[in-house]
């Protein structure tokens, strides 16, 4: 059917008498579930809520065949249900299982999740958002000679929130209402224990919730003490906070405290809280190293019994506010930053690393940036002799790995690093609207754009003169012709769908399938494309003849409301690979695709290896389907096979690239000059102008 123009279809059904239409009609409906069957990666074929999955001879048969219309199809299309179904609640659960504490790499399953599920439910059920509660980011660490760089939030707290925020747009992409992350502080539970000011604690507070506005972060919101108190503090000022700061304190011990407590058996009988105990031996003895008083520094019994002491007080502590949390948040989902065998309470790993184990948080570390963009979470001391201090708004803000990439001779240029990668390059504050892309260094941003795109150079002037882009792009590397010419405005489009139920539309025989959990404003098809009146071919995936870069220019600003490029990074997609996949496994496998439209075999092409070597790092590439087409139109119904692999691959490969933490979301501003890899980054998606703006100057560069 994907062969014959719909009026033809309908031409030689009308010609032929009712048996013969019902032949013609099962072909066709055939036809489309087997391409159904293909893309969700199973031979049965979701049918609703109300009735089970049947393959394709079981709908054939339920057809009536003594008055075949179109109203007997029985299309297996899943209906909007009017109200959430608990399919979305285990979605949602997936979701926070991901993002936990690398569950996904773990042989030990997720042993509170069914005991979720109700409360997730309730949320559904109420067409609410979901809540959830995370007790943290209480101050930075007393130690700002080995651990940390400031008292204020740095590049770690940005991570942090860009990655929780990131957790709840996930979650609206499958539940409309979406969800949201309360941040509940507990700076001053423990800062008399630790001997960290209330002044601190508040300017640290403070300055969290500033970046979180700053930045956009709006699924993200914020709690107090107060707040378990039942004490009203709407436009609370500083100094109302740092007077009663201590008053708090002991109300909150006051109200919540049980005398009946025993600390030293919860922590032999209660895994959890053994768990956290000997987190807090471990980060405590380097926190008290540098503010403990030199008589209990005098010997290392002394030191050690002090630790234990001041680690077995936060249990206390912590225990009455676990208690007052729950009297307030009882309906929320609890998140924790400490390892927790998940039956209460889901463990999260702040900022994502490629590690088995939660990695220190942000208050607890200084953030040290590679020269690949990988982000590592170090003590500041580890790093000093190998990395360079970077400030930002005249404050320290990360380390950065030593580089020449990074010294652009005399203009003065920022970097800026990105959630969950790539970078933007701007003028120094100094230097505004006195740098030109003509003095940008080709070299150095080809070096960078080779580790760590994709590379935004933002705020140069000179930016509209195409003879100057194409004289730029000539010296980042050999130009690629195309069919669209050299510096030729260029634009694309993404596909978007604007709900999760399979689309058919019998006049163009077209079909998207489900993918559940893909972006609203994203490609949501298993390798079938809507497709234009124009016949168009798709590139194919990389290989040793295509160019290695995309070199693109955004003359125009976009319009309001436009969708974002993706770009997903090799690198973080093996590094969040779920198992038992691995990329050993993933480099044996080869991927082949076929054009529906077309009837000849002649062309086509030999099956890629989906996984390739980078030219400069040789670190693993996934090499995976281009789903733009040269003009930016949408590309045809596409059919992928795989060797030495199933067909759920594809949708594994597709989840996965669309993964927050392992795609950037990005919309262009007029003037941005990007630069993307095109062998380590995947990209999908819209400049951010349409056709009729010519907004988007594009070269491919080699």
């Known amino acids: ?57 079981e709908i054939l048969l339920s057809f009536d065949h003594d008055m075949p219309t179109f109203s007997d199809i029985k299309l297996p299309l899943r209906p909007k249900p009017e109200k959430p179904q608990c399919s979305v609640a285990s979605l ?7 993002y936990g504490h ?67 747009e996930t979650i609206t992409e499958v539940y409309k209402p979406g969800a949201e992350i309360t941040i509940l502080s507990d700076g001053i539970v423990y800062s008399d224990i630790l001997s960290v000011p209330d002044e601190e604690v508040w300017a640290y507070g403070e300055s969290l919730r500033e970046m979180a506005v700053s930045k956009g972060f709006r699924y993200i919101r914020f709690a107090r003490i107060l707040d378990l108190l039942g004490i009203h503090h709407n436009g609370l000022a500083k100094e109302e906070y740092t007077t009663h700061a201590s008053c708090y304190r002991r109300e909150l011990i006051a109200k919540f405290d049980d005398p009946n407590f025993d600390v030293r058996r919860q922590i032999r009988d209660d895994k959890d809280t053994c768990m956290t105990y000997r987190g807090y031996l471990k980060f405590l003895a380097v926190d008290l190293k540098q503010c403990s008083s030199t008589e209990v520094r005098s010997t290392k019994g002394k030191f050690k019994k002090h630790v234990k002491d001041v680690a077995t007080a936060m249990i206390v502590r912590g225990k009455i506010f676990a208690k007052a949390l729950q009297s307030s948040f009882s309906d929320y989902v609890r998140l924790s930053i400490h390892p927790s065998i998940g039956k209460t309470k889901l463990p999260i790993q702040l900022i994502p690393q490629s590690t088995d184990s939660l990695g220190m948080t942000p208050w607890h570390c200084s953030i040290a940036v590679g020269i690949d963009g990988s982000y590592r979470t170090v003590h500041a001391v580890d790093v000093a002799l190998t990395h360079d201090l970077v400030h930002h708004n005249d404050r320290p803000y990360c380390f950065r790995e030593k580089s020449d990439l990074y010294n652009w001779g005399e203009m003065n240029v920022s970097f800026e690093h990105l959630y969950p990668s790539g970078m933007i390059v701007r003028p120094g504050t100094d230097t505004v609207g006195q740098c030109s892309l003509r003095s940008v260094d080709m070299a150095k941003l080809r070096g960078l754009a080779e580790y ?35 510096g030729l405005p260029v634009s694309e489009e993404v596909i978007s769908k604007q709900n999760y139920d399979v689309v058919f539309k019998i006049d163009k025989t077209l079909l998207i399938a489900d993918l559940d959990v893909l972006p609203v404003t994203a490609v949501k098809d298993e390798h079938v494309h809507e497709t234009s009146d124009t016949q168009v071919n798709t590139f194919p995936a990389h290989d040793s003849t295509s160019a290695r870069f995309d070199f693109f220019i955004c003359t125009q600003p976009p319009p309001a409301g436009s969708a974002p490029t993706l770009f997903a990074t090799s690198r973080l997609f093996f590094q969040h690979l779920p198992s038992p996949h691995t990329a050993e496994e993933l480099e044996t496998v080869t991927w082949h695709e076929e054009v529906a439209a077309s009837t000849s075999t002649a062309d086509s092409p030999l099956p890629h290896a989906l996984v390739v070597r980078h030219p400069v790092s040789n670190t693993a590439c996934l090499d995976w389907h281009d789903r733009w087409s040269a003009t930016g139109t949408h590309p045809l119904p596409t059919r992928v096979s795989f060797e030495n692999a199933t067909q759920d691959m594809a949708r594994t490969i597709d989840r996965l690239l669309y993964d927050r933490r392992v795609s950037l979301r990005f919309v262009c501003e007029k003037g941005d000059l990007v630069v993307c890899d095109r062998v380590g980054v995947l990209r999908a998606g819209a400049g951010g102008a349409d056709d009729s703006s010519g907004g988007i100057w594009s070269v491919l560069v080699d």
């Open 102 to 168: 690398n569950t996904h790499r773990s042989e030990q399953l997720w042993l509170g999740k069914l005991d979720f599920l109700p409360a997730i439910q309730g949320y559904l059920d109420a067409g609410k958002p979901v809540r959830m509660i995370l007790p943290a980011f209480p101050f930075k660490s007393p130690n700002k000679v080995d651990k940390v760089i400031g008292a204020l939030p740095d590049l770690g707290e940005e991570l942090a929130l860009a990655h929780l925020n990131g957790l709840c």
């Open 92 to 98: 949602i659960l997936d979701i926070l299982e991901r």
């Open 452 to 486: 760590q795109s994709p590379i935004i150079v933002r705020g140069f002037a000179e930016i509209s003169d195409s003879d100057l882009i194409v004289s730029k792009a000539d010296d980042f590397g050999k130009i690629v012709s195309t069919r669209q010419g050299t």
């Open 1 to 57: 059917m994907f062969n014959d123009s719909s009026e033809a279809v309908m031409e030689t059904f009308l010609a032929n008498g009712p048996a013969d239409r019902v032949a013609i009609l099962e072909k066709q409906v055939r036809t489309l579930l087997e391409w159904q069957g293909i893309m969700v990666g199973s031979s049965r074929v979701y049918s609703g809520p109300e009735s089970p999955a049947s393959t394709v001879d």
